[in-house]
């Protein structure tokens, strides 16, 4: 393998990706402060077709990976969303987000950029109308209505730490591996690889699934290895099974969800995702979306070439501002791991297992936070920890985070 081109390789994925994902994290930011926290399950508790829709339409856009979307999800169930809802918000939102759009947009072309969210919303629609038919009501147990932390401080200075601080934390390092993954994959799997099943797309899709589904995926990190597989024979189609169901489910969803919101909603929750993201994958390869991206047909061109290319001195900056983002927020994230938590009177430290976003960790402490006598709950997600501070007893400290749909370990001693 040529390292040179390797790095030009990955150099240049960066150089087509970054303007679009900082534009994207930001539009998160923005959701993310701007948009009240009741808004969704307002209109997610009528158990109709009209639930369902609104669910898949407002998860669509949010930047939320398959496990951060398990404790929204749950949340959505405690303040009283309907089944159907709750089923399509969790299928169609981590399928995509603001940022993937704008990223696939970059690296694959419009053709994509508009299937992917189109695809999210039938299948989470279909998926929760599955949920309102065949999950009965005694198999969804509703909770009692919660209220939401509220956060303070300056608006604008939130949206920019959450978009480029809380977000890149959660994604950077999976974002990097995808990033690295396709420019290994562009130098080094030969041309003709994936061209072996050139007559057999819909056994490529099946070799896809079989690797996505138990995997954690992000859904943007997911972008440049589909583009770079393409590069190298993969079907539009296969991509796009990668693409929906890679960064819809895993094994961690599947058993979290499995244990919060019973067998058969599981069932149909990843029947769901399996069998649509084939249908589409078949549909995107007969509509001829993408074609142009598949080997040979541009040997030297494309998102993942080795030529040497010379990037405008915008796309620059916005590489060098996106790794900096980077390097900042993962640099802190483990110093937060090996930091050492010191004994303090009145606090008792407890482990975690499930924990893998910021999205994770406001779940956990608004749920330990609301035990009766806590006055204080703090989450180190790289330690997969939470700091209880009042009287709360280990029993409610375990009910509260397996509420929530995380795996409490016990005291962390």
């Known amino acids: 393998m040529?390292?040179?081109?390797?790095?030009?390789?990955?150099?240049?994925?960066?150089?087509?990706?970054?303007?679009?994902?900082?534009?994207?994290?930001?539009?998160?930011?923005?959701?993310?402060?701007?948009?009240?926290?009741?808004?969704?399950?307002?209109?997610l508790s009528r158990n109709n077709r009209f639930s369902v829709l609104w669910a898949a339409l407002l998860g669509i856009p949010l930047p939320l990976c398959s496990c951060g979307v398990i404790p929204t999800a749950i949340g959505?169930?405690?303040?009283?969303?309907?089944?159907?809802?709750?089923?399509?918000?969790?299928?169609?939102?981590?399928?995509?987000?603001?940022?993937?759009?704008?990223?696939?947009?970059?690296?694959m072309g419009l053709g994509f950029a508009i299937v992917r969210p189109v695809a999210a919303l039938v299948t989470g629609v279909c998926g929760g109308l599955l949920v309102n038919r065949f999950v009965k009501d005694d198999e969804y147990d509703n909770a009692a209505a919660t209220t939401c932390n509220v956060e303070h401080g300056n608006r604008i200075w939130r949206v920019f730490k959450y978009a480029y601080f809380d977000m890149i934390q959660d994604i950077g390092l999976r974002l990097?591996?995808?990033?690295?993954?396709?420019?290994?994959?562009?130098?080094a799997v030969p041309d003709e690889f994936f061209l072996t099943f050139g007559n057999?797309?819909?056994l490529q899709m099946l070799v896809i699934l079989a690797i996505a589904v138990p995997m954690y995926i992000c859904s943007t990190g997911s972008i440049p290895?589909?583009?770079?597989?393409?590069?190298?024979?993969?079907?539009?189609?296969?991509?796009?099974?990668?693409?929906?169901?890679?960064?819809?489910?895993?094994?961690?969803?599947?058993?979290?969800v499995n244990k919060s919101l019973g067998r058969r909603f599981t069932t149909i929750y990843l029947l769901t995702i399996v069998v649509f993201s084939v249908l589409f994958g078949l549909l995107i390869n007969a509509l001829g979306i993408g074609a142009d991206l598949v080997a040979p047909a541009?040997?030297?061109?494309?998102c993942c070439s080795t030529t040497v290319h010379h990037p405008s001195v915008f796309r620059s900056i916005?590489?060098?501002?996106?790794?900096?983002?980077?390097?900042?927020?993962?640099?802190?994230?483990?110093?937060?791991?090996?930091?050492?938590?010191e004994a303090v009177e009145g606090t008792t430290t407890y482990t975690v297992e499930g924990m893998h976003c910021n999205h994770c960790k406001t779940a956990v402490e608004k749920a330990v936070g609301e035990i009766k006598g806590v006055t204080a709950a703090e989450v180190n997600l790289g330690a997969k920890t939470v700091t209880v501070t009042g009287t709360a007893t280990?029993?409610?400290?375990?009910?509260?985070?397996?509420?929530?749909?995380?795996?409490?370990?016990?005291?962390?001693?």
């Open 394 to 413: 280990a029993d409610e400290v375990q009910k509260a985070v397996e509420k929530a749909g995380f795996e409490f370990k016990g005291e962390n001693k």
């Open 200 to 202: 057999h797309p819909l």
């Open 76 to 107: 959505l169930k405690n303040e009283r969303a309907s089944k159907g809802a709750v089923a399509s918000f969790l299928i169609a939102t981590p399928q995509t987000g603001i940022d993937s759009i704008l990223a696939t947009f970059s690296l």
């Open 176 to 187: 990097i591996i995808g990033l690295l993954l396709a420019a290994l994959i562009n130098v």
């Open 298 to 302: 541009a040997e030297s061109a494309g």
């Open 2 to 43: 040529n390292l040179q081109d390797f790095f030009a390789s990955f150099l240049h994925i960066i150089n087509e990706m970054s303007p679009y994902l900082l534009l994207g994290f930001l539009i998160a930011g923005i959701l993310h402060v701007f948009v009240p926290k009741n808004f969704y399950a307002k209109y």
């Open 225 to 256: 290895v589909a583009a770079a597989l393409m590069m190298k024979g993969l079907s539009p189609g296969a991509a796009l099974v990668m693409l929906m169901a890679g960064p819809a489910v895993n094994l961690a969803s599947i058993l979290v």
């Open 318 to 341: 916005c590489s060098v501002l996106l790794v900096t983002f980077i390097i900042i927020a993962l640099s802190m994230k483990l110093f937060d791991k090996f930091k050492k938590q």
